[in-house]
């Protein structure tokens, strides 16, 4: 029996529908027991967790400025593993990945696991609803389930070796966005706006992956905004918005500047 590990930080949900399509490949194995770890909320990454060496992890993270989120880095380096073998994988908004998928890669590997294999998604891009919108759709999700084909026939005769993957060491900074001026910016002091449409649901304050949004007033915040999106996309009445000028300036540039599709890139 193996025991495979689906772990993700997915806002916005399109992480969970790239590793629960490879879930769903690799469940049709009956000799395959599949557990599900949605570190999505800040209460659920205030433990460390520890893999053996007959257990398998895949994770899934969204890309956040060409790297792993920065909130998120203190959390990976507690998971461990015993020559656990993973599978990283990282989506991003069809701008580019990077050097997420290396950085998550050697976290793995600092971490004790043995990444034989790996891979890059794209899903609608957390500012926009126009960037890789609705993506992953169907064609990612084929690309999604030949990835996850190709892994059950490489967990049989399993490679001692790390997977390749493009990126650059050392981690390159975050990438920064500029003013209309060219200037740098904080892009870290930037929040959401609330409007008249709000009705109190508390649904933002529930799903913000950082806790930052006051339930009693959810106009407020309380933290930290990362800028995943989620109150904003998940809002039942689009009361939640951004109107800061070089956010718009951004989500534009994205928008026009990377409006090409990008398809998925798979490492074995």
């Known amino acids: 029996m193996r025991n495979i590990n689906i772990m993700y930080f997915s806002p916005t949900g399109t992480t969970k529908k790239v590793v629960n399509g490879l879930a769903k490949i ?5 000799e395959t027991n599949i557990k599900y770890i949605n ?3 800040p209460d659920i990454r205030e433990k460390s967790i520890t893999f053996g060496k007959k257990e398998i992890l895949i994770i899934g993270i969204p890309v956040y400025a060409g790297r792993v989120p920065n909130i998120l880095l203190k959390y990976l380096d507690t998971i461990k593993g ?10 991003y908004g069809n701008r580019n990945y990077d050097d997420a998928l290396i950085e998550l890669k050697n976290i793995l590997v600092s971490g004790g696991f043995t990444v034989i294999a790996a891979a890059a998604f794209i899903g609608e891009h957390s500012f926009s609803k126009n960037l890789a919108k609705g993506r992953p759709d169907n064609k990612d999700m084929n690309k999604v389930y030949h990835f996850g084909h190709k892994l059950a026939e490489i967990l049989h005769d399993v490679p001692s ?3 390749k993957v493009p990126g650059q060491n050392p981690i390159r900074p975050y990438y920064q966005p500029k003013d209309k001026n060219g200037h740098s ?16 649901c508390k649904l933002c304050a529930e799903i913000c992956p950082v806790g930052s949004i006051n339930f009693d007033n959810v106009s407020k915040l309380i933290g930290i905004c990362i800028k995943c999106c989620a109150c904003v996309k998940n809002c039942p009445t689009q009361a939640k918005f951004f109107d800061d000028e070089n956010y718009i300036k951004h989500k534009i540039e994205l928008e026009i500047k990377y ?3 990008r398809e998925p890139e798979l490492f074995f």
């Open 39 to 41: 570190f999505t909320m």
């Open 82 to 91: 015993d020559d656990t073998i993973a599978i990283p994988i990282v989506v």
């Open 259 to 261: 409006s090409n599709r």
């Open 161 to 163: 070796k790390h997977v």
């Open 185 to 200: 910016f904080d892009f870290k002091k930037i929040t959401p706006k609330t409007n008249e449409n709000c009705i109190d």
């Open 26 to 30: 690799l469940s049709n194995d009956k």
